[in-house]
Structures are given as C-alpha cells and as structure tokens.
C-alpha cells in the first residue's frame, strides 16, 4: 500500500488514511519508503454512515487495503485489495452493491484469489506484492540457513520456527559447521515465545535475532546458501487457509540474493518456486531433512538453483508491481 502511495505521490495529491500520523517516521525509516510528498489524515473509512460517504466523494481513487470487510464509498474510481484469503459465506445483497462501486478487486496471490472469488463470487486479478531486489545484492556464501518471520504467538497466521529447530538439531549432526539464523520483528508479548525457542535451541549452533534493521537483514540474506520456510505445518490448507504463507515475500527477497528456497509446499509459496528448478517445496519435516542434506552435499546443484533463484525473483519486482497499477488506475 505505501509502496504505492510513495509512486502515486510524486505527480499527485495521496492520502493516507490512518489516524495516528506519527507513524510516518518510523515506517519511511522501517520500510525505506519515501512517504515525504503523501499526506497521513484520519481515517474516514470508520466514521458513521453519511459523513463516510460524504467524505469519499472529493476523491478520484480510493484504495481499500481490506480486512476482509468492504466499506461503501463514492470516490470517482475504487480499487479493493485483499492479501488475506478470507472464506466467508455467499455475499449478501448489501455487499453485492457494495462490490459494484469497485472497478477492480487485486489479491496478492493465485492461492489468496481462490479463497476471495468463491467468497464474493467474482474474478479478481492478481498482482504480486512489491519486492525491492534491486536493494539486495548476492555475497559471499557461507554455511549458513535463514528464515525470516514474525516471532508472534498469533495463532492465526504461525510461522513455525520451533518446527525449523526441530529439524536443524537433527541436520546439524551431519552437516557439520552449518548455521541457522532465524530473524524477524518481534513485540512484547512475543517474549516469552521467543524465550521458548531459545531454550530449545540451546546447545546448537542457531541465532534468533529480532527487529533487525533492513541493510543487516539483507546482508544474512546476501551470505546465506539456504532460506527454509515452514509456515502452514501442519495446518489444513482448505479449512484454515489464513494460517499459510498468503504469498511469500520473504522468500523472494531469498533468492534475491541467491538462498536457495526449501519452503513448505502451502500457501503462496508454490507460485514462487518450482521444485527442484530453483528450489524445493516440502512436506513433512522428513523431507525438509533429506532435501537440505541433499543440497548441502552438492555444490554444484546448490550453486545452480542459486542462479535460478535470483532470475526468479525478477518476476516479483516493484517496477512490475507498478506497472501492474499504473495500467488499471491510468485506462479509460
């Protein structure tokens, strides 16, 4: 959304809608988006009714970044965007016309999209969230396995990174000298999570580390050899799909880099790898164990799925994101 708001804001008026406006300094410094020319107002998508509506009609474009309700507006054109693949019973009459004021409805992904047109009962379109690999350079590699996500006890979107150490305390008995790192943001109430995963990580040779800044984030990225990812373990797929990986982004900006992806075959993440072409999708945490050792053991598939990992994630870039928008909120 900020992504977009930044590209629209250089040759027009944005509008953020958002009630506490000292989040724009943190975020621009967080997200190293340049959010300078927008414009951080509240949000009039909560008021009542009347003033609502009323509010909405001085506007162009309305961007709605859903969580998973549709609020009525009359803005002259209206894009909905769903990156959450919520199920939700047959749309009522009220939402039908609701729907009929948006000209486009985006998800984030083709497994997000199956989930949202059987909810609505419409054809969405998908554009891939922005990713900056422009921003993340390959280095040199070392032993070592990343895995970035949240270290959050949400339970309904879980990332699994117990799941993660299980595993590596096994490989690491033969893959002698190898690395996990496992990063990601964390809040307060993570702690005690977080405290539970380093207890069980004790005595083996795994990093936590939280809150990084973005330039030491990129630069593990730009030395691991191997990005794992384990969200939607032992979820079902079809009842619970919020609980997946609803696209992937950290895995793109892996292979960015040059980690090779070993990520659980769920969710999102099977639209950004290809097994065994640029990486490998997995089960069972058996078959995470046998495909790193395989990996690790063959330096010259991990170098060749190294170089297939980087050309893909030229097809999640933030030039093709934006050309993706720019050609529906530009037509006639």
Same mark, same amino acid.
């Given at each position: 959304?900020?992504?977009?708001?930044?590209?629209?804001?250089?040759?027009?008026?944005?509008?953020?809608?958002?009630?506490?406006?000292?989040?724009?300094?943190?975020?621009?410094?967080?997200?190293?988006?340049?959010?300078?020319?927008?414009?951080?107002?509240?949000?009039?998508?909560?008021?009542?009714?009347?003033?609502?509506?009323?509010?909405?009609?001085?506007?162009?474009?309305?961007?709605?970044?859903?969580? *998973?309700?549709?609020?009525?507006?009359?803005?002259?054109?209206? /894009?909905?965007?769903?990156? @959450?693949?919520?199920?939700?019973?047959?749309?009522?009459? %009220?939402?039908?016309?609701?729907?009929?004021?948006?000209?486009?409805?985006?998800?984030?992904?083709?497994?997000?999209?199956?989930?949202?047109?059987?909810?609505?009962?419409?054809?969405? !379109?998908?554009?891939?969230?922005? @990713?900056?690999?422009?921003?993340?350079?390959?280095?040199?590699?070392?032993?070592?396995?990343?895995?970035?996500?949240? %270290?959050?006890?949400? !339970?309904?979107?879980?990332?699994?990174?117990? @799941?993660?150490?299980?595993?590596?305390?096994?490989?690491?008995?033969?893959?002698?000298?190898?690395?996990?790192?496992?990063? &990601?943001?964390?809040?307060?109430?993570?702690?005690?999570?977080?405290?539970?995963?380093?207890?069980?990580?004790?005595?083996?040779?795994?990093?936590?580390?939280?809150?990084?800044?973005?330039?030491?984030?990129?630069?593990?990225?730009?030395?691991?050899?191997?990005?794992?990812?384990?969200? *939607?373990? *032992?979820?079902?797929? #079809?009842?619970?799909?919020?609980?997946?990986?609803?696209? &992937? /982004?950290?895995?793109?900006?892996?292979?960015?880099?040059?980690?090779?992806?070993?990520?659980?075959?769920?969710? *999102?993440?099977?639209?950004?790898?290809?097994?065994?072409?640029?990486?490998?999708?997995?089960?069972?945490?058996? !078959?995470?164990?046998?495909?790193?050792?395989?990996?690790?053991?063959?330096?010259?598939?991990?170098?060749?799925?190294?170089?297939?990992?980087?050309?893909?994630?030229?097809?999640?870039?933030?030039?093709?994101?934006?050309?993706?928008?720019?050609? /529906? #909120?530009? !037509?006639?």
């Amino acid at each position: 959304m900020l992504t977009l708001a930044s590209h629209l804001s250089q040759k027009h008026e944005v509008d953020i809608f958002w009630d506490d406006p000292s989040v724009k300094a943190p975020l621009t410094r967080f997200l190293k988006i340049d959010l300078t020319k927008t414009n951080f107002v509240s949000n009039i998508l909560i008021k009542k009714f009347m003033p609502k509506l009323t509010s909405t009609r001085i506007y162009d474009l309305i961007f709605v970044l859903s969580d *998973g309700s549709i609020p009525l507006v009359l803005s002259k054109k209206n /894009i909905l965007h769903f990156q @959450v693949p919520f199920k939700f019973e047959k749309p009522t009459w %009220f939402t039908k016309l609701k729907l009929m004021r948006y000209q486009h409805v985006i998800v984030n992904s083709y497994f997000t999209k199956g989930f949202i047109d059987k909810s609505f009962n419409l054809n969405s !379109q998908v554009i891939y969230p922005p @990713v900056d690999i422009k921003a993340i350079n390959r280095g040199t590699k070392e032993k070592i396995i990343i895995s970035v996500g949240r %270290f959050s006890t949400n !339970q309904l979107h879980p990332k699994k990174q117990d @799941v993660l150490i299980d595993v590596f305390k096994e490989l690491s008995k033969k893959a002698h000298g190898w690395r996990l790192i496992l990063a &990601g943001q964390a809040k307060k109430e993570d702690q005690k999570y977080i405290r539970r995963l380093k207890k069980i990580s004790r005595g083996f040779a795994i990093r936590i580390m939280e809150n990084l800044p973005s330039q030491n984030l990129r630069r593990i990225y730009a030395s691991a050899s191997i990005y794992w990812h384990a969200t *939607g373990f *032992g979820e079902d797929e #079809i009842k619970n799909p919020e609980r997946m990986e609803h696209f &992937g /982004i950290s895995t793109v900006e892996a292979c960015a880099a040059g980690a090779v992806p070993i990520v659980i075959n769920r969710g *999102g993440q099977k639209e950004i790898v290809e097994n065994g072409k640029n990486g490998f999708l997995w089960d069972t945490k058996t !078959q995470l164990y046998n495909l790193t050792l395989d990996l690790i053991g063959d330096k010259n598939l991990l170098k060749k799925l190294s170089s297939a990992a980087v050309s893909t994630s030229a097809n999640f870039s933030q030039e093709k994101f934006l050309k993706a928008y720019e050609k /529906i #909120i530009f !037509q006639n």
